[in-house]
T-cell receptor, first 111, second 113 residues
């Protein structure tokens, strides 16, 4: 079946630094969603992408739908302590009825 | 306020007992979903419902059951047949099925002793 990989698995950064993470697959996807999850809470939707090449921002967050349709990227600029959490990507394939979720990237921000 | 609620937040049960997790939404969404989350893994789909009185098995439905008698409610029962039920359970909803954005509840952590 379709699978998503996320890298890096975890990252430690200094407050104020920019962050980049990605989500890749061997399959083509039509929709990408990016979520953030705080410990013990449900994921919160950050950005939704619907077209190849699309670049969408939400405050300090920017996500892109890869041209090949097999990947997506999330950037966070000028990180702050509340950015700590796990970031998940989710993709919907050509023939998929439901989203597939990646394993997540765990972000830690050091003061 | 519109949203998705799950209760309880924490649940403890003895092995061999069935347990039902509640999920309610007042977003007027047609589709609802149940996911299971284990440490270090992505969300795995247990069951989903695209419309009232209809539901479909997801990737890991064995040992679980659901009902969808009302649009706003989608309870999940973890039966004694589920071999490893301790996990974090997440409910989600979307306006419609397929590619619509899913919104999640706060989750229920189930621990089976």
């Amino acid at each position: 079946g379709q699978q998503l990989n996320q890298s890096p698995q975890s990252m430690f950064i200094q407050e104020g630094e920019d962050v980049s993470m990605n989500c890749t697959s061997s399959s083509i996807f039509n929709t990408w969603l990016w979520y953030k999850q705080d410990p013990g809470e449900g994921p919160v939707l950050l950005i939704a992408l619907y077209k190849a090449g699309e670049l969408t921002s939400n405050g300090r967050l920017t996500a892109q739908f890869g041209i090949t349709r097999k990947d997506s990227f999330l950037n966070i600029s000028a990180s702050i302590p509340s950015d700590v959490g796990i970031y998940f990507c989710a993709g919907l394939g050509n023939y998929g009825q439901n989203f597939v979720f990646g394993p997540g990237t765990r972000l830690s921000v050091l003061p | 306020d519109g949203g998705i609620t799950q209760s309880p937040k924490y649940l403890f049960r003895k092995e061999g007992q069935n347990v039902t997790l509640s999920c309610e939404q007042n977003l007027n969404h047609d589709a609802m979903y149940w996911y299971r989350q284990d440490p270090g893994q992505g969300l795995r789909l247990i069951y989903y419902s695209q419309i009232v009185n209809d539901f479909q098995k997801g990737d890991i439905a064995e040992g679980y059951s659901v009902s969808r008698e009302k649009k706003e409610s989608f309870p999940l029962t973890v039966t004694s047949a589920q071999k490893n039920p301790t996990a974090f359970y997440l409910c989600a909803s979307s306006i419609g099925p397929g590619g619509n954005e899913q919104f999640f509840g706060p989750g229920t952590r189930l621990t089976v002793l």
